[in-house]
């Protein structure tokens, strides 16, 4: 396997100072996704998460729980690692920054700065923001907060500072020459906009506390949280040993998914850095958006964080990962309701797939000696749903390449929606009594269309895209997307009893 093939995508890693919530979950499940349909498409993948634990804020938060601060990020990031194997989450790391080899990753890029006289001593003087880690000019607040509504602080203290003044026009050459490489639009314009007003050297240690990666060989300092956080990327390859074959097989990173919130330290001072030290930029940034809760921002002190773990306790864990990609354009933000997540359950899974899957191998099981039925002499009606079954791979590589979650699920309901009308066009039970040879074929063309679908749903829903194959007697070998042209099933091969995929849930009485 070529080095092209290796593909690196990583979440954000999270701040430890809360317990995880919807947006972490819907982060790790859109990386999630498109690191199984990298593999399924036979390419090796390296899937990054897990725990951003400096900076003030965490110290505070120890603190206020009355731990040491390591103690503290021990058990807030389990909470973390917990979350992912609750979401069936594939990732292949799980990087801490409390970490040795991440320390080394950072002092050693550190050094490299400076060594190219890309950082310098000052000081600083100016508003900071606890809780967003961030510096804001007096101009950039509004009624004296942050414009993240967070509150500031003026703070006087010496600290090293990064050239980021000097990268302005390197920057906005390197947006101008990869157009893809922030997305949507949206946050590319905002970026560019951004650095276009000007950027100012970026103040990169504080003296005023002391939990962090001490400065080499000024340990009166420690980083900045965010040069230590973005580092996590290249540790997690290897860095700084760039000769290794981690490093040479999966940097530059070919995606960071982030939320909206931080773009700009992804796509403004991560490449910055980078291109500093002479070590090649990630390939892509895409920002998501935000969840709100019925309408209302998602805050602890309205009481209404969306809780990842009772919704895979209420809905299934398949279903949880469906609506979520499902129900919002992939990149916007987006509204949770549990009435529309029951409906969208309901209709989607139960009704359009579910139903589809049962109808055909019930009469599979009844008709045709529950084995795979033969396609014989195929009607054009029987080749144009087959035609669109096999488009589906090259569409869901074109919608995964743009992060288009969202469109991928519509593509595959699209000729989900085509064979549910197919089925009730050709009427196989009608058939059954009038030409039981055209009976085998509409249902062989339909156990064709499940099998595809079932191979291409498995990023998003693993477990019941599997039972679905299991109901298909699909090899195992026969998984990957490979197998969509070779791996059609053998007209005669047995097939196991049929069995539900997706109940259907109660929905209350709307108000």
């Not at 580092?231 to 960071?256: C, I, K, M, R």
């Amino acid at each position: 396997m070529g080095q092209d093939s290796a593909f690196f995508i990583t979440t954000p890693i999270y701040y430890v100072n809360d317990k995880p919530h919807i947006g972490h979950a819907y982060t790790t499940l859109a990386c999630d996704v498109i690191a199984r349909f990298m593999r399924l498409d036979g390419r090796k993948v390296h899937f990054l998460t897990g725990t951003d634990e400096h900076g003030q804020k965490v110290e505070k938060s120890a603190e206020a729980a009355g731990k040491p601060p390591l103690q503290f990020c021990d058990e807030v990031s389990t909470n973390f690692r917990t979350l992912a194997r609750t979401l069936n989450i594939s990732n292949d790391d799980f990087i801490r920054t409390t970490e040795p080899r991440h320390i080394a990753a950072c002092q050693a890029l550190w050094q490299e700065l400076l060594a190219r006289e890309e950082i310098y001593l000052g000081a600083y003087e100016g508003w900071y923001s606890v809780r967003d880690e961030a510096f804001y000019t007096e101009g950039e607040l509004v009624d004296g907060k942050a414009p993240t509504g967070a509150p500031v602080e003026w703070v006087k203290e010496p600290s090293y500072f990064f050239r980021l003044s000097a990268w302005g026009d390197r920057l906005l050459q390197h947006y101008d020459e990869n157009p893809d490489f922030i997305g949507p639009d949206s946050r590319r314009n905002e970026v560019i906009s951004f650095v276009k007003g000007g950027l100012k050297d970026l103040s990169v240690s504080r003296t005023s506390f002391s939990w962090g990666i001490p400065v080499p060989g000024d340990p009166a300092h420690i980083m900045y949280v965010w040069l230590d956080a973005l580092t996590n990327y290249l540790t997690a390859v290897g860095y700084p040993d760039v000769e290794s074959e981690s490093f040479q097989t999966f940097w530059p990173a070919n995606l960071h998914m982030v939320g909206k919130d931080i773009v700009r330290f992804h796509a403004v001072y991560w490449p910055a850095f980078l291109m500093a030290a002479g070590i090649a930029p990630p390939k892509a940034v895409f920002a998501h958006g935000w969840w709100t809760n019925e309408g209302q921002k998602i805050s602890k002190s309205l009481g209404n964080v969306i809780d990842p773990y009772a919704l895979v306790e209420n809905y299934g864990l398949d279903q949880t990962r469906f609506f979520l990609l499902r129900e919002v354009p992939f990149g916007q933000d987006g509204d949770f309701s549990h009435r529309t997540m029951l409906l969208r359950i309901n209709a989607d899974l139960a009704n359009n797939l579910g139903n589809l899957v049962q109808r055909v191998l019930t009469q599979v099981q009844k008709n045709c000696g529950a084995a795979v039925p033969a396609i014989q002499s195929p009607s054009g009606e029987d080749q144009v749903l087959l035609a669109q079954a096999y488009a589906l791979l090259p569409a869901l590589r074109e919608h995964i390449a743009k992060s288009e979650l969202h469109q991928f699920l519509n593509r595959l309901w699209d000729v989900i929606n085509e064979a549910n009308r197919y089925i009730d066009r050709e009427a196989p039970w009608t058939l059954k009594k009038t030409d039981p040879p055209r009976m085998a074929t509409v249902l062989a063309v339909l156990v064709e269309v499940i099998r595809v679908v079932g191979i291409l749903l498995q990023p998003v829903m693993p477990d019941s895209a599997a039972k679905i194959l299991d109901l298909l007697a699909v090899p195992n070998g026969d998984r990957g997307f490979s197998a969509i042209e070779t791996g059609i099933l053998a007209a005669g091969a047995p097939l196991p009893p049929p069995s539900g995929v997706f109940p259907r849930l109660p929905v209350p009485e709307a108000p």
